[in-house]
């Protein structure tokens, strides 16, 4: 046996005896302890899959030895094993499986070269008791599927078994309650409601034109589902520093301007403290789970993989959420010359680790020229029927957009609707002067469309409409788009004045601001 082997199971057990865990991690991946090639390192195994199933709730060195002396299994053999395992550095969780898949491989190629000497020797010359040729024949497929079976990542279950825990869940629920399928995203609840939360094992895109808020948006949802699930969240961008993205976590819960909170003295600002204070509590609810990562040309899948399986052996828990910004900046170890099979090959990853992960994956994509022309300004001589029916872009004008659409499970498209934009402004500007302290407030009213939706609730509306407030970078959900608010002759006043009386109801508009203004 090589060394290198040795170390690989004396690596694999360090980290197993010392981590429940770990130990129910791998157990569930297909480890075994046949894997292992030193009797000593068999026996251990035996006996740590046999400590899963007591209800202990911690796994340790000290417990593993003390179950061996009472089963009089602490040989003198096993000793010196168990002393020299002990002190082996404990792998990562993403070394860790890596070095079961080593274990696997090692395994498959052993049955394989047996296989292949014994069907050789039968060629050659065939023995007494030996059986017929088709018998042999059997005999080599069923040990080739029986290698297939062992090599395969996760164990499997049948059908039978998944759909039985689906009916006794369903019946241990209260009567008429109807659960989500995914983390709750509330306090964007319409969004919530439209998703059924974002579903674990479920592929995201979020596209749309630049400035129109994605990264902002895609901040929120991460900052949402580990305050409401306290779950760990990868946030990847190699658009923007930690730095930044931070200082608009910040700006979101604080009021204050992200830019103003990087370059002036918070605290002298008028309101500043009170702000400040209010920011750091907000962020405070989750500021644990959340992990703002700069992306380089180091991140690949593979090691985005392995950093959520890090991340979930230290919070403990198999949930995890992966956020991109963005896609097309993902990079990959061998990639193609062409860009449409490039960009191909890292949604078809990212579609394959939500799966693997069973988590789910939210990747921000940029769109092409076509697509940002369908979203820019219509100028001032346009009429409001006209930009009421106007188009808007879609997943299709994704840049280098082949297979993301197909790969999605939801599709999501983040537009501005200059209609009810340009109605909302001319109502502020009714409302407030550049005398009012802090001047007219600047708010786009943004649509996110769901153009894509699998195994989607039954619900009546495909959009859901924003007030996003540009210079504190913050989205704030206001209700269904409507068909109605897409037809020419559609006229949005009243409409502009339902969301003006609900920001000022819930004092992201201060009524002070408005008082004694015309």
Request: proline fraction near 5%; charged fraction near 30%.
């Amino acid at each position: 046996m090589a060394p290198e082997s040795v170390d690989v199971e004396k690596a694999v057990l360090a980290a197993i005896a010392g981590d429940r865990y770990l130990l129910e991690k791998v157990l569930d991946e297909g480890f075994h302890p046949q894997l292992l090639h030193h009797p000593a390192a068999r026996m251990i195994a035996e006996n740590l899959a046999g400590l899963r199933e007591q209800t202990i709730s911690a796994i340790d060195l000290l417990i593993l030895r003390a179950r061996l002396e009472d089963d009089e299994r602490f040989s003198p053999q096993v000793r010196e094993y168990f002393e020299s395992m002990s002190h082996i550095r404990a792998p990562r969780m993403d070394q860790l499986l890596s070095y079961i898949d080593l274990l696997k491989d090692r395994q498959a190629r052993e049955r394989l070269l047996k296989l292949g000497t014994a069907l050789e020797s039968y060629a050659k010359e065939r023995q007494p008791g030996q059986g017929s040729f088709s018998e042999v024949a059997a005999g080599a497929v069923q040990e080739l599927l029986d290698i297939q079976r062992q090599r395969m990542r996760k164990q499997l279950r049948p059908v039978g078994d998944l759909i039985r825990s689906i009916v006794s869940e369903s019946k241990q629920r209260p009567k008429g309650q109807k659960i989500l399928l995914g983390y709750s995203l509330a306090p964007f609840e319409r969004l919530t409601q439209l998703l059924s939360g974002l579903r674990p094992g479920f592929y995201y895109g979020l596209a749309g034109a630049p400035r129109r808020g994605k990264t902002n948006l895609a901040l929120h949802l991460a900052s949402h589902i580990a305050q409401n699930h306290h779950i760990p969240v990868l946030f990847y961008s190699w658009e923007q520093t930690r730095r930044v993205l931070s200082a608009r976590l910040l700006a979101k819960e604080s009021g204050i301007n992200p830019t103003t909170m990087l370059t002036e003295d918070i605290e002298s600002a008028s309101g500043g403290l009170e702000r400040l204070a209010k920011g750091l509590s907000g962020i405070h609810r989750y500021d644990r789970e959340v992990f703002v990562l700069e992306g380089t040309r180091k991140d690949t899948v593979d090691r985005i993989r392995a950093a959520a399986y890090n991340l979930m052996h230290d919070f403990r828990t198999d949930s995890v959420a992966l956020f991109l910004d963005y896609l097309q900046k993902v990079p990959l170890a061998h990639p193609p010359s062409d860009v449409r099979a490039r960009i191909d090959e890292i949604s078809t990853g990212l579609a394959d680790l939500s799966l693997e992960l069973n988590c789910p994956v939210l990747a921000i994509s940029s769109i092409d020229k076509e697509g940002c022309r369908l979203d820019e300004d219509p100028g001032p001589d346009v009429e409001l029927d006209e930009l009421l029916t106007r188009a808007r872009p879609t997943m299709h004008h994704c840049t280098g957009s082949g297979d993301i659409e197909y790969d999605l499970d939801v599709a999501m498209i983040l537009s501005k609707d200059w209609a009810a934009t340009l109605e909302f402004a001319e109502l502020l500007r009714t409302k407030f002067t550049a005398e009012t302290p802090g001047g007219i407030p600047k708010i786009d009213i943004l649509n996110l469309n769901i153009d894509k939706n699998r195994d989607a609730p039954d619900e009546a509306g495909q959009a859901v409409q924003y007030a996003f407030f540009i210079r504190e970078n913050k989205f704030v959900e206001v209700d269904f788009k409507s068909e109605d608010e897409s037809r020419g002759d559609f006229r949005g006043f009243a409409r502009a004045q339902e969301i003006f009386d609900f920001l000022m109801s819930r004092g992201d508009i201060p009524v002070r601001a408005t008082m004694g203004v015309r």
